[in-house]
Every structure is written in structure tokens, then in C-alpha cells.
């Protein structure tokens, strides 16, 4: 899914949204809005509310329960809405996706965490696995490297502000 790969479903390595995959959780979700509110959804979401990881996590957690709030004409009016993200009553309704090896660029060197998990499009969750046969690695490994994707790529950035 890589930009340079042979399936690729991101424009380049600082982008960790599936726009693709969100576009369409976003139609199927959102029957009754019209399709140009999908660029004031990804817009929402690309834009970190703070510096602040935790604000940030917040501020996407309420965006999941409540809906990214989209403005649209309509019959010369101006209507208010909420574009959901998730399908919280038919979970059959959204793509849930395990990636392996996602390369996203970061501040100092690409990182390639070992498995990133998809809802819809959107990074959800960083798994760091270390091998249970080295005897030098432990959790702790595991735990400073997630740090350091926190504090230095662009799996942190305002494209995916939550991590």
C-alpha cells in the first residue's frame, strides 16, 4: 500500500489517513450528505487541535462519538450536520485493517512501526512486538520505541494527531 508499491493507497510516506478507505466508510455512513463535505471531514481530521497529545486524543475521541461537523448548501440553504466516522451499531458496516510495516515519515528518519490497526481509514492503534526468544529485549523495548514514535514521526503529526 506503500506510495511506490505495487497497491498504493496513500499519496506519499507523511500521509497515514487510507483516504480511500474513509471515503467510503463516509458515503456508506453518511447516506444523507452530500459528497462535498468528505474535504471538510479529512480537513478536521488532518488538523491537530493542539500540541498536546492527550488534548489531541480527546478532541478525536469526541469527533468519534459525536460526529465531524460539516456545514453544506442545500435548496439555496445553508444545513449543519455531523459526518460520523464509525458505524458504532452495525460494525459490519466498516473496514477494520491490520498493516504490517507501515512506513511513515518522521522528523529525523523514517519509521516503520510493526503493526498499525485501520478502522475506516483511520490509524487506530500501534502494536511494537518484540521477539520472545531475545533475552536481551523486554516490554521496556517496546515501550521506548512507541515513545519514540510519539516524539519524533509523523505518526504523531497532524495528520494522525492521536498517537
Same mark, same amino acid.
Given at each position: 500500500?506503500?506510495?511506490?508499491?505495487?497497491?498504493?493507497?496513500?499519496?506519499?510516506?507523511?500521509?497515514?489517513?487510507?483516504? +480511500?478507505?474513509?471515503? @467510503?466508510?463516509?458515503? +456508506?455512513?453518511?447516506?444523507?450528505?452530500?459528497?462535498?463535505?468528505?474535504?471538510?471531514?479529512?480537513?478536521?481530521?488532518?488538523?491537530?487541535?493542539?500540541?498536546?497529545?492527550?488534548?489531541?486524543?480527546?478532541?478525536? +475521541?469526541?469527533?468519534?462519538?459525536?460526529?465531524?461537523? @460539516?456545514?453544506?448548501?442545500?435548496?439555496?440553504?445553508?444545513?449543519?450536520? +455531523?459526518?460520523?466516522?464509525?458505524?458504532?451499531?452495525?460494525?459490519?458496516?466498516?473496514?477494520? @485493517?491490520?498493516?504490517?510495516?507501515?512506513?511513515?515519515?518522521?522528523?529525523?528518519?523514517?519509521?516503520?512501526?510493526? @503493526?498499525?490497526?485501520?478502522?475506516?481509514?483511520?490509524?487506530?492503534?500501534?502494536?511494537?512486538?518484540?521477539?520472545?526468544?531475545?533475552?536481551?529485549?523486554?516490554?521496556?523495548?517496546?515501550?521506548?520505541?512507541?515513545?519514540?514514535?510519539?516524539?519524533?514521526?509523523?505518526?504523531?503529526?497532524?495528520?494522525?494527531?492521536?498517537?
Amino acid at each position: 500500500i506503500a506510495p511506490d508499491g505495487a497497491d498504493p493507497q496513500r499519496d506519499d510516506y507523511a500521509q497515514v489517513i487510507l483516504k +480511500h478507505d474513509l471515503e @467510503v466508510a463516509f458515503t +456508506h455512513i453518511n447516506p444523507q450528505l452530500p459528497h462535498e463535505c468528505f474535504e471538510q471531514v479529512v480537513s478536521k481530521l488532518s488538523q491537530a487541535e493542539s500540541l498536546d497529545l492527550i488534548t489531541n486524543n480527546r478532541a478525536f +475521541h469526541r469527533l468519534l462519538l459525536e460526529g465531524v461537523p @460539516v456545514e453544506f448548501k442545500q435548496d439555496e440553504e445553508i444545513h449543519n450536520d +455531523h459526518a460520523f466516522l464509525v458505524d458504532f451499531e452495525q460494525l459490519t458496516n466498516n473496514r477494520f @485493517v491490520a498493516i504490517n510495516q507501515f512506513t511513515v515519515s518522521g522528523t529525523k528518519q523514517p519509521r516503520r512501526p510493526d @503493526v498499525i490497526c485501520f478502522i475506516n481509514g483511520l490509524p487506530f492503534a500501534v502494536l511494537e512486538l518484540k521477539s520472545p526468544s531475545d533475552e536481551n529485549t523486554d516490554i521496556w523495548d517496546a515501550f521506548n520505541q512507541l515513545q519514540t514514535y510519539k516524539d519524533e514521526s509523523a505518526i504523531c503529526s497532524s495528520s494522525m494527531r492521536r498517537w
